[in-house]
């Protein structure tokens, strides 16, 4: 039987960083993971950049059936404080876009930077090794491994959630919180893109590769998400980060608000009417994208070849109001192969939210993504994995 203080299961981002601010306060730790590489979705993600925190990191950032849980462990670990650490290994980054950071060369830059914090700690790293079983007595924890038993009084459950299956991506995190009695809100696939009927996306299968900023809202009240970000026009629907962040709001049933242009478009068409004899497909070319301006006016069965004076006010309101009202029905998501993040997770309100511990079984934690806190797009759930790692460790 070996015997650890701390055992984490998941050497991903959560994982590796919980394990080695461990190691470095005196802690005797062994690091697991079942996957042969370690931090695949590290190394994945950002484009191959990692990006890995968010500068404007807030609360209000983050969904969870419990909001207010991850305040405590957001206030105690900052973007800040990352940024310093990376800083301290030497790791080069840059602002991409409000607020989102990515390192100049490559995600391998963070996985080297959390490999030798656990070094640093002293840290024992099992990969590929399996975990078949776990059981929970009055000494603290029994741990099965496909490297034989171990003894710990912690273990650290970081095993990430269920997106990009091919990765290594399983539900032993969630298995593990049943069988200790905790709640686990429903999974779903989140930051993922949304699927849309074939025929009903036909007429605009045509402006496939077309992008502009919309604003992109969908959910009533409380439940309601609205974005301003980038929109893609694909063959089978939209994609791009508009339709990623609003997908972590979507239910099954619900259509999407999008505004292709502002309120005010309507108002500046009636002055061009006034003034301009350019043809109105022209004229609204000059407010939108041409593909689209085309595309749509033939969906509003209006005449693109014929000159502003001739356009009625009516169908100038008309066609001012369809581009800031447009709404369409998905008809579900691509699903966990797709999914950047899962929503969802063990149940937060059966957790201490300054130490991750679980209020049912004495020494078990639940750390990362496997916890139903998740982020928007752009760093965010970077972040919580920063963060809840180290309100853990701390505390371990």
Not at 3 to 27: K, P, S
Request: net charge positive.
């Amino acid at each position: 039987m070996h015997h650890f203080d701390a055992v984490v299961v998941g050497a991903g981002a959560a994982g590796l960083f919980c394990a080695g601010i461990a190691g470095q306060r005196g802690l005797k730790v062994l690091l697991l993971d079942h996957a042969d590489k370690v931090a695949e979705k590290i190394r994945i993600s950002g484009g191959g950049r990692c990006n890995f925190t968010n500068r404007d990191t807030t609360p209000a950032q983050f969904l969870s059936a419990n909001p207010a849980f991850c305040k405590s462990a957001l206030a105690r670990y900052t973007p800040a404080d990352f940024i310093a650490l990376l800083q301290r290994h030497g790791v080069a980054f840059h602002e991409k876009h409000r607020g989102q950071l990515f390192c100049d060369e490559s995600s391998e830059q963070v996985i080297r930077m959390l490999l030798a914090e656990c070094a640093s700690g002293g840290v024992a790293h099992w990969q590929p090794c399996a975990v078949t079983a776990v059981r929970h007595g009055t000494a603290g924890f029994e741990v099965d491994t496909a490297r034989g038993p171990v003894h710990t009084p912690r273990l650290v459950v970081a095993t990430g959630g269920l997106p990009v299956p091919k990765i290594g991506a399983t539900d032993w995190g969630l298995r593990l919180a049943r069988q200790f009695g905790h709640g686990v809100v429903e999974p779903r696939p989140a930051l993922v893109p949304l699927s849309f009927d074939p025929a009903a996306w036909a007429p605009f299968a045509a402006l496939a590769g077309l992008s502009l900023e919309v604003a992109i809202e969908t959910g009533e009240g409380r439940q309601r998400g609205r974005f301003v970000e980038d929109l893609l026009f694909t063959h089978r629907g939209l994609s791009g980060p508009a339709v990623l962040q609003i997908s972590s709001f979507w239910q099954p049933g619900s259509p999407l608000r999008l505004a292709l242009a502002d309120t005010a478009l309507t108002e500046r068409l009636r002055q061009a009417k006034l003034t301009s004899r350019r043809q109105l497909g022209n004229e609204l070319a000059l407010h939108l994208p041409e593909r689209l301006a085309s595309t749509w006016l033939g969906l509003q069965d209006l005449p693109a070849q014929r000159p502003m004076p001739e356009i009625r006010d009516k169908d100038l309101a008309r066609l001012g109001d369809s581009l800031a009202h447009w709404q369409v029905l998905p008809t579900g998501t691509e699903g966990w192969r797709k999914a950047e993040v899962m929503a969802g997770g063990v149940d937060t309100r059966e957790l201490d939210s300054q130490t991750l511990a679980s209020r049912r079984v004495p020494g078990l934690r639940f750390i990362g993504e496997v916890v139903d806190v998740t982020g928007w797009l752009g760093g965010y759930n970077f972040q919580w994995a920063w963060a809840s790692a180290a309100a853990c460790a701390r505390a371990l």
